[in-house]
């Protein structure tokens, strides 16, 4: 899941930033987390930019099969039972 | 009352006998009729369920008791369960179960008296999960922090959704929602509100679901107290979040949530976090680590820069030390050369002044001169004999010139008186005085006749 990955690779920068602040380590050795880091930042944005703007209806169907479209306004109307919802908010 | 009773009193006058069947029917009428529709409030006892399904009880007071029954369709709408010893309002019809000849209220619907029959329910279904284990907080899951896709479960209707909606992509404005549309209330409701939780559970492509509606009654609200919805939120592979009614709506269904939120819209907020504050941190941690990673590169140089001057710095002390160490030793000779001079100079002198002083040179010069010096001394005490012989004998000659017994000769006589104390003026004598007269040569005693001093004649 590129959810999962993502905040891996948030977490790890985290990490790699709080390394790299505590001082102690040798140039290379942080010359060589920093690469890392900047490795994932770059793949974090990359998740981010690929990230596409969805939202689908699930729909479990009398058979047991399951259905998915696209939500639109239209399926508030069509999902709008008479008895339903009068108290709501 | 106008019911069969009153007729069954005029029907008696012609002596009209009925079968115990005839007169149950009757008093079953009469009583159907009568009590249609009656509230009763007792306490239960003798509680029997059989496998039927029906309830049966009586309802008793102080001093008298009822039979009741709950058929089965009653039964399962009942929201709580029933107890003995429960005290109770029902609402139901009088009627006769006629193979024994019993009257009995048959019960429609029913609750416990003082609290609400949603309120006992919501107690005990959830004292029954709890022990379960179905609320234990060791079985909350963490949320994901940065959730790809999210699941829904609530109504496509009402204002719950599109705040849900609007919340999650104002924040999050990529972020794919998947929302399995369900019934919120009413019957049925939450067996729906289950299964689209299993739905998206196997559809498995959101990392969090929402589960909820917006606000309502305590009646509106049930169906996330039913039993199957909470199982559902427990039983959940993915993390739920609650989000039923307002703040002060408490569900069953929010303690079997890894997460409850006061309200759909807060729900929204829990689950995804801010996009543009998210890539600010992501920008500020990259600019952090490059920030500290230059400056670490800085200091090295720097370090190197000052490690190179430090040598640099050696190699010149060492040949400044080399230089001075030449001076040194230089000056170490000529110093030590001048004062080895100087020393030389002054042993010299001290020898030369010793050689001045040596006694050699008093002896030799003395065995020339101690001749000499005796010569001389011969010399002078010839000389001082000589001088000193002619003195004494001058000094014999004035000796003798000055000797009385010298002027003696020339005729003077000394006269002495007593012991010899010489009469040298004329007080010294008086007469009668026995007086010695010397003369050159002897002498002789003389009587002194009259004193006559000069002047007294």
């Known amino acids: 899941m590129a959810g999962v990955k993502f905040e891996q690779a948030m977490a790890r920068l985290e990490a790699i930033v709080g390394e790299l602040e505590k001082g102690d380590l040798p140039l290379d050795e942080s010359l060589r987390i920093f690469e890392e880091g900047i490795r994932l930042s770059k793949n974090c944005l990359r998740i981010l930019e690929d990230a596409e703007r969805k939202v689908e209806v699930l729909v479990q169907e009398q058979n047991g099969k399951k259905r998915i479209h696209a939500f639109t306004q239209a399926d508030e109307m069509e999902e709008k039972s008479p008895s339903e919802e009068q108290s709501e908010e | ?457």
């Open chain 2, 1 to 457: 009352m106008t019911g069969p009773g009153s007729d069954l009193v005029k029907t008696t006058l012609p002596r009209q006998i009925f079968t115990v069947t005839q007169l149950t029917a009757f008093i079953r009428t009469a009583l159907e009729t009568d009590f249609a529709d009656v509230w009763i409030e007792g306490e239960i006892s003798n509680l029997r369920a059989p496998g039927s399904g029906h309830v049966y009880f009586s309802l008793k007071d102080k001093a008298s008791q009822i039979r009741a029954v709950l058929f089965r369709s009653a039964a399962i709408r009942l929201l709580f369960g029933l107890r003995e010893g429960m005290h109770i309002v029902a609402r139901g019809r009088l009627t006769v179960y006629e193979p024994r000849g019993e009257y009995q209220i048959v019960l429609e619907t029913m609750e416990p008296k003082g609290v609400g029959a949603l309120q006992v329910a919501f107690e005990q279904l959830k004292g029954r999960l709890a022990k379960e284990g179905l609320f234990d907080s060791a079985k909350k899951r963490s949320l994901p922090l940065f959730p790809k896709s999210v699941g829904i479960v609530t109504s496509l209707s009402g204002a719950a959704i599109r705040d849900m909606l609007s919340v999650l992509h104002r924040r999050w404005p990529l972020l794919h929602v998947v929302i399995a549309p369900v019934p919120v209330q009413g019957e049925g409701a939450g067996h729906q509100i289950a299964a689209g939780v299993q739905c998206l559970n196997e559809d498995g492509r959101v990392d969090v679901i929402i589960v909820g509606r917006g606000g309502g009654s305590q009646e509106d609200l049930w169906s996330f107290n039913e039993e199957v919805v909470v199982r559902a939120v427990a039983e959940s592979r993915i993390p739920v979040v609650s989000a039923v009614g307002h703040e002060i709506d408490v569900t069953l269904t929010d303690f079997a949530a890894d997460v409850r939120a006061p309200t759909p819209s807060a729900a929204a907020e829990i689950v995804v976090p801010v996009l543009s504050e998210t890539v600010a941190r992501l920008r500020s941690l990259t600019m952090r680590a490059a920030q500290i990673v230059s400056r670490h590169c800085r200091s090295e140089q720097r370090r190197l820069e000052a490690s190179r001057l430090k040598l640099r710095h050696v190699r010149f002390r060492l040949q400044l030390e080399a230089q001075r160490a030449d001076e040194v030793v230089a000056r170490l000779t000529d110093g030590l050369s001048s004062s080895l001079l100087a020393h030389k100079r002054s042993l010299d002198r001290i020898n030369g002044t010793l050689i001045e002083h040596s006694p050699l040179d008093k002896i030799n010069r003395g065995l020339v001169v101690i001749p000499l010096l005796v010569e001389r001394l011969h010399h002078q005490i010839r000389a001082v004999t000589s001088h000193r012989r002619h003195q004494v004998q001058s000094a014999i000659a004035q000796l003798h010139n000055l000797s009385p017994l010298s002027v003696l000769g020339r005729g003077y006589a000394i006269v002495t008186i007593g012991a010899g104390t010489v009469v040298k003026k004329i007080g010294d004598i008086s007469s009668g005085d026995e007086v010695r007269t010397r003369i050159v040569d002897g002498q002789f005693d003389c009587l002194v006749r009259r004193v006559v001093p000069d002047g007294s004649v």
